[in-house]
């Protein structure tokens, strides 16, 4: 198992019927309403759409810092006439950031029209070096969304696909702390506790890219979601407008690639995808195409993403002409507008002309012709059937083996850890608890920053509170992490750990492949 987790997409809004609502788009007025709290709020904004969500009026305000709120159409009780306000600059846009998270806890790069920040877990040390780290690191950020513009645009030139001028600035947040991450994303999304479940996600209420700093040793997962950023702010789709998630996800994972280099494009074979294709369950391409439904939440969702590049790497190969006019068909769709997920298999049908049922049945020839065309190699799939953990955590990224010669024994683990956090020494404890109830641990004080630890070969013979042993069958690694000089740094220091107890959390079953 690659990775304990399950990509989804934030949509956060449900519509369920769309209103013609005027479009003169740079208008900005001043709205006075009533906000959630019951505060009366006036605000700058233009006014980006209006439609029905949870069967309710919204208008969806665009302020100039590029975010949308959306107002109930009875909470509004104002609104007058003005010109067009400027979008703020990332200058301005850095103020409010910093403000916002608070001087000792925010570092940011400006990259315009692109803003990079750090949101730290504890203050850093005071050293000058640290700073220069964290500045590093922020530019290194900096240079990946400039990258994935230039990509980006290398794509839409060769596809056709006109692309428009940025009109915001745009924020990258990377939060240092996953408890930072999550609760950000659960105070911002509504999505509850599924956010223990995402990596990073495109906002398309503030439009920022929100990430852990976990994710960012490689710039994989943020890549996927810079795409997303790029398909909307360069106007081929508009936000809460219905766009086909299949499209989202097709063209995003198109551009995956393995690591900082951004060598894949959509037209291309993406070998990580085409590996994973003749392993993803099987799902009607039919289904993929008008039921956004299937990338969500479920166990199927990771496939999803797999069909989903399979089916744009199709058109984009196969169709080229009729691919620009559904992009271009798509960028016409209004926010808050509907569709049926009927419709939206018959404007494929219409405008791609052809059946995606068919394009399924052409694929798998396809891929291997063109795997033998090019030469490609695939990767090899054995991580996926030793026992081996490889997951990124808390600032670690971690590699388990166990081995055991009977499930009755407890396995012998054996493993390393690298510090990830490009600043900070950081101190680890790490248990490796199976589904018996019995586990190991490991605690490493004061790790280097990128720094790999072997870990000391070790039986999970421990006993869990609540536990009786017996067989086990799958095990799971909890990594923690604690910042130097910190209450919980100090408490390890002193030997107190915690006791981890049966049923805490659910087992991961190896069956369960995630993307
Ligand atoms: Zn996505």
């Known amino acids: 198992m690659k990775l304990l987790v399950v990509r989804q997409m934030i949509s956060l809004l449900v519509i369920a019927m769309s209103l013609p ?3 003169a788009s740079l208008q900005a007025d001043i709205f006075t309403y009533v906000d959630e709290s019951g505060k009366t709020v006036t605000l700058e904004a233009s006014l980006y759409g209006s439609g029905k969500r949870r069967g309710e009026m919204m208008h969806g305000l665009l302020k100039p810092d590029g975010s949308i709120v959306l107002v109930p159409q009875g909470k509004i009780n104002k609104r007058e006439l003005r010109a067009a306000p400027k979008p703020l600059t990332v200058e301005q846009m850095s103020e409010g950031l910093t403000k916002k998270f608070g001087k000792d806890k925010f570092r940011f790069h400006l990259e315009s029209p692109f803003l990079v920040g750090v949101v730290l877990a504890a203050p850093l040390d005071g050293s000058d070096r640290t700073e220069l780290r964290v500045k590093t690191f922020l530019e290194k950020a900096g240079r990946f969304m400039r990258n994935v513009d230039v990509i980006f645009e290398t794509y839409s030139r060769k596809m056709g696909i006109e692309l428009a001028d940025y009109e915001f600035p745009m924020a990258m947040l990377i939060f240092e702390s996953d408890d930072d991450f999550e609760s950000f994303a659960k105070e911002t999304t509504g999505l509850g506790d599924g956010v223990e479940n995402i990596l990073a996600y495109y906002s398309h209420v503030s439009n920022n890219l929100i990430l852990r700093m976990s994710e960012c040793s490689s710039f994989d997962t943020p890549l996927h979601e810079a795409i997303h950023l790029q398909t ?3 106007g081929v789709v508009k936000r809460f407008a219905p766009v086909p998630t299949w499209f989202m996800e097709g063209i995003a994972t198109g551009f995956e690639g393995k690591g ?11 070998t990580h995808y085409a590996l994973m294709s003749g392993v993803a369950k099987l799902l009607n391409w039919g289904e993929v195409v008008a039921l956004d439904g299937v990338f969500g939440g479920s166990v199927l969702s990771g496939d999803a993403y797999v069909h989903a590049w399979g089916l744009h790497w199709m058109l984009v190969t196969e169709h080229p002409n009729e691919y620009l006019k559904y992009v271009q068909n798509l960028s016409t769709k209004e926010p808050f ?14 405008i791609l002309k052809v059946r995606p049922e068919e394009l399924q049945l052409r694929f798998k020839v396809q891929l291997i012709e063109s795997i033998l065309k090019e030469k490609i190699k695939l990767p090899s799939l054995d991580d996926k059937y030793v026992h081996l953990e490889k997951h990124k955590q808390e600032m670690a990224i971690v590699k388990m083996t166990a081995v055991s010669y009977s499930p009755a024994l407890p396995p012998r683990i054996e493993g390393w850890l690298q510090n990830i956090s490009p600043f900070r020494p950081m101190t680890f404890h790490i248990m490796v608890l199976t ?3 019995t586990y190991a641990e490991w605690y490493l004080p004061d790790v280097g920053i990128r720094r790999k630890i072997k870990l000391k070969p070790q039986n999970a013979n421990k006993i869990m509170r609540g536990a009786t042993g017996g067989r086990w069958r799958t095990y799971h690694v909890e990594v923690d992490s604690a910042y130097p000089g910190s209450e919980k740094a100090e408490a390890w220091a002193a030997g107190k750990f915690p006791i981890p107890a049966v049923s805490r959390r659910a087992q991961v079953d190896p069956s369960r492949s995630g993307q």
């Not at 507008?337 to 049908?349: C, G, L, M, R, T």
Request: glycine share 2%.
């Open 260 to 270: 900082d280099r951004i060598n894949v494009s959509p037209d291309r074979i993406n």
């Open 337 to 350: 507008a509907e569709i049926s997920p009927k419709d939206q298999y018959k404007e494929f049908v219409e």
């Open 435 to 437: 589904d018996a109830g």
């Open 232 to 234: 909307i702010n360069r």
């Open 21 to 23: 609502f005027c479009s």
